[in-house]
């Protein structure tokens, strides 16, 4: 059987799955979000694309048969395809991390707590460079933690992406922690889209989970970045599973359709080095299909479409379900 938007979705409700190492081919280990350090690759079937994460406890179980890759469960095919070759991060793009570290202490997110490499603009460029060179590049992304300031990380994500600007006719998406002049600054320099993450807008889960800068400085430098990148290319990440209500889920998306943002509905992940830190539950595939169709009568409201992105989550599809390409 092949994925449709209800096995996708159950796929991402579980999150991993059982596989033999060898049946992985070339797999990057990713440096950012919720995945941080985890083996994990992206399984295709028919036009639907999810990533899992390698995890022998796992009630999936993936077997190799007649050429293709099969989940069970319960012993029961689930579903086949195949596994997808990775550039960096994922397929078709060079998704890069610039600083594998983070000063804020978001309780959902592991890099604080891995502490990883902040490369130079010479490892970027050369990593993009690799990327290319296998002929099957179609976009950049650029993310990062925060090294020291956000006012920094964006100081050189500018000068990166100038770079990779001078070298690449291809689009370039940006995220990064905001600053009140970083869209014009991104968008000088070269910058295609741009997503800033609000995690979650329930102010109470947010105040406890998320130890970064006010949600409201985000909010209002997302509005900025529709008015310098326009509708359709400015996205944030929308954190589901943190304790918020369908209800509170569904104001906020159409707060943020309002202003022209594209919210990412991201379904929680609880990283082993964060553990006793938070309380969250992984949504069912019931209530994240029920939210990406809400999602996705409301952008249609506000005349967005999720289909048209060219960097980053949208696109990819790995890990969400993208309103617009995959109900």
């Given at each position: 059987m092949k994925m449709n938007a209800e096995i996708k979705a159950e796929l991402i409700s579980i999150g991993a799955v059982d596989i033999d190492p060898e049946l992985l081919g070339r797999i990057t280990i990713p440096t950012a979000g919720p995945g941080a350090g985890g083996r994990a690759f992206f399984f295709k079937s028919g036009r639907h694309r999810v990533r899992l994460v390698v995890d022998g406890g796992s009630p999936l179980r993936a077997v190799k048969d007649k050429g293709d890759i099969v989940l069970l469960k319960g012993g029961k095919e689930l579903v086949r395809g195949s596994i997808e070759e990775e550039l960096i991060h994922?397929?078709?793009q060079a998704y890069i991390t610039m600083s594998e570290r983070c000063i804020y202490d978001c309780k959902f997110c592991p890099v604080p707590k891995l502490k990883g490499k902040v490369k130079s603009v010479e490892e970027i460029l050369a990593l993009v460079e690799d990327a290319n060179s296998h002929g099957?590049?179609?976009?950049i992304s650029i993310t990062s933690g925060v090294e020291e300031t956000?006012?920094?990380?964006?100081e050189k994500t500018v000068a990166v992406v100038k770079e990779l600007r001078k070298r690449y006719d291809v689009p370039i998406g940006v995220s990064v922690y905001p600053t009140k002049d970083s869209s014009r600054l991104l968008k000088d320099a070269g910058a295609t889209e741009v997503k800033y993450n609000v995690e979650t807008m329930d102010r109470g889960i947010y105040e406890k989970y998320c130890k970064k800068p006010p949600l409201e400085l985000t909010l209002r430098c997302l509005e900025d970045a529709v008015h310098i990148f326009g509708k359709n290319h400015v996205f944030t990440n929308?954190?589901?599973g943190l304790g918020e209500s369908d209800e509170i889920v569904e104001k906020y998306v159409e707060e943020l359709a309002k202003m022209g943002v594209i919210p990412n509905i991201r379904a929680v992940g609880v990283h082993p080095l964060r553990f006793g830190e938070l309380e969250a539950e992984r949504p069912t595939k019931e209530r994240l299909l029920k939210l990406t169709k809400m999602a996705r009568r409301i952008l249609d409201k506000y005349g967005l479409d999720a289909s048209v992105s060219k960097?980053?989550?949208?696109?990819?599809?790995?890990?969400?379900?993208?309103?617009?390409?995959?109900?």
């Open positions: 994922c397929p078709g099957k590049m179609e976009g956000p006012e920094k990380e964006v929308f954190i589901v960097t980053m989550c949208l696109p990819c599809t790995g890990c969400d379900l993208n309103p617009h390409t995959d109900l």
